[in-house]
């Protein structure tokens, strides 16, 4: 008799805690009639009696059999479109209504407007000052050091805007591409 330890649904030798000294030789291989009718065993385990019994049920409940009518199919159908969900934007849609990739762009052409612009005036007032010579007013000096810094910045300032303008770009070539693998 198997210990009241092991679960007696399964074999005690696969069980933790089984010593073959202790607990003797297993007992006889489960009955079949122990087996759970409602699952449904998998076909390398699936007995010969299993088999005979599912193929004696030939009779099958149809509960609902009047909502297999071909009219409550076509009904069904409708109701079903009538509930789906809207259909999925297109990608140019999906990139018009995303606001976070407008204010990139937006950004994007403002650096590089304003860091071309900032370089431009940097370089004509280094000009300037190189030909024109140093005078002490403070105005000069203040206007050197804010060349200085644009001089430094501008570059920074258009190559972040053409790296979000490819960024941009990327997102809507991916945006595009993702959009025409769904449709196939």
Wanted: no cysteine.
């Amino acid at each position: 008799m198997t210990p009241p330890e092991f679960d007696p649904r399964y074999d005690p030798r696969f069980q933790p805690g089984y010593d073959p000294d202790r607990h003797g030789s297993p007992a006889a291989p489960p009955a079949e009639s122990r087996v759970d009718e409602h699952r449904v065993p998998s076909p390398t385990t699936a007995t010969a009696a299993h088999a005979r019994r599912a193929a004696s049920d030939d009779d099958v409940d149809v509960f609902h059999a009047d909502e297999l009518t071909p009219e409550a199919i076509a009904e069904a159908e409708e109701m079903a479109k009538a509930d789906a969900a809207p259909a999925r934007l297109g990608p140019v849609a999906l990139l018009l209504r995303n606001p976070f990739l407008w204010v990139i762009v937006v950004v994007s052409i403002g650096l590089i407007v304003w860091g071309l612009s900032a370089y431009g005036d940097a370089t004509a007032a280094m000009v300037d000052r190189m030909f024109g010579g140093f005078t002490n007013q403070e105005d000069d000096v203040k206007e050197y050091v804010a060349t200085q810094v644009s001089w430094g910045i501008a570059p920074l300032a258009v190559l972040v805007g053409l790296l979000a303008a490819v960024g941009a770009v990327f997102f809507a070539a991916a945006t595009w591409l993702r959009g025409r693998a769904g449709n196939r």
